[in-house]
């Protein structure tokens, strides 16, 4: 469905991906896992159109470079960037309903708010109140709804357990899971090691913007180098 080649993006001439390779196939969870400052926003962003890039991006038959971002985001590849970017004063309901926004004139485009109440029940009792009050876990599940009312077929999600209390971070992930079962392929950027191998499929680790390794979840999960680098183990 995706498939990265060689990418590579700098800020200023300092290198933040280096010869990156990765691919994504329908109906996975990929997750890119690696610590502070390893690059794995910036490979989002680059796949989402907003960070200048060298190398191929490809989403089926799309060659993504040659797109601006919100043509990106209309072939259906939606980032959920770390820290959210909700309208903090608008409420619940309208966050949700901006979400559609592209879809706007299509009958349907409402639809999404069926599976987006069922996956966050949450939100659904709280739809009049100011998305800037919700709590860090329920922000993330209405920036994840919003993400879903575009009817994505690739999510991209930039660390959704940020900031969160570890009860909400497992509803969310078990979210994730569902969502890729319904038919949306999913691409996970986590510092949250342990949680987001658990979930995925695959995992590539990033490590000074080269990714250092790649294989099944449960393989990372297990390597000893993966373990000690990251889990202290
Ligand atoms: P974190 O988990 O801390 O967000 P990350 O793995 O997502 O880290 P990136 O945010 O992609 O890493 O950053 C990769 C490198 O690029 C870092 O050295 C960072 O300082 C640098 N960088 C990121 N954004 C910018 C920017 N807008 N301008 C300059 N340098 C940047």
Redo the contacts with the bound molecule.
């Keep these: 469905m995706l498939r990265l080649e060689g990418l590579s ?4 001439g ?4 280096q010869g990156i390779d990765v691919a994504v196939g329908h109906g996975e969870i990929v997750a890119v896992v ?12 680059a796949i989402a159109g907003q ?1 200048a890039t060298e190398g191929s991006i490809r989403f089926e038959d799309t060659d993504l470079k040659r797109l601006p971002s919100h043509q990106i985001a209309r072939l259906g590849v939606n980032l959920v960037p ?1 820290g959210r970017r909700l309208f903090p004063r608008l409420s619940v309901e309208d966050n949700l309903r901006l979400g559609a926004y592209a879809k706007r004139g299509t009958a349907d485009r409402f639809k999404p708010l069926e599976l987006v109440f069922e996956l966050f029940p949450r939100l659904k009792e709280r739809l009049p109140q100011q998305a800037g009050t919700l709590s860090g876990g329920e922000q993330q599940m209405l920036a994840i709804g919003r993400a879903l009312m575009t009817q994505p077929r690739l999510l991209m999600l ?2 959704p357990s ?1 900031g969160i209390m570890p009860k909400l971070v497992d509803d969310i992930l078990a979210a994730v899971t569902r969502i890729r079962d319904l038919g949306v392929t999913v691409l996970l ?1 986590e ?1 949250r090691l342990v949680e987001a191998l658990a979930i995925a499929d695959r995992a590539y680790v ?1 490590q ?2 080269r990714i250092v390794m790649s294989g099944p979840a449960a393989e990372i999960a297990g390597h000893a180098d993966v373990r000690r680098a990251y889990l202290g183990i």
């Design positions: 993006a700098s800020y200023r300092l290198k933040a991906l690696g610590a502070n400052g390893a690059g794995k926003s910036t490979l989002l962003k960070v770390e930039d660390e940020q950027v510092q990033l000074t913007g």
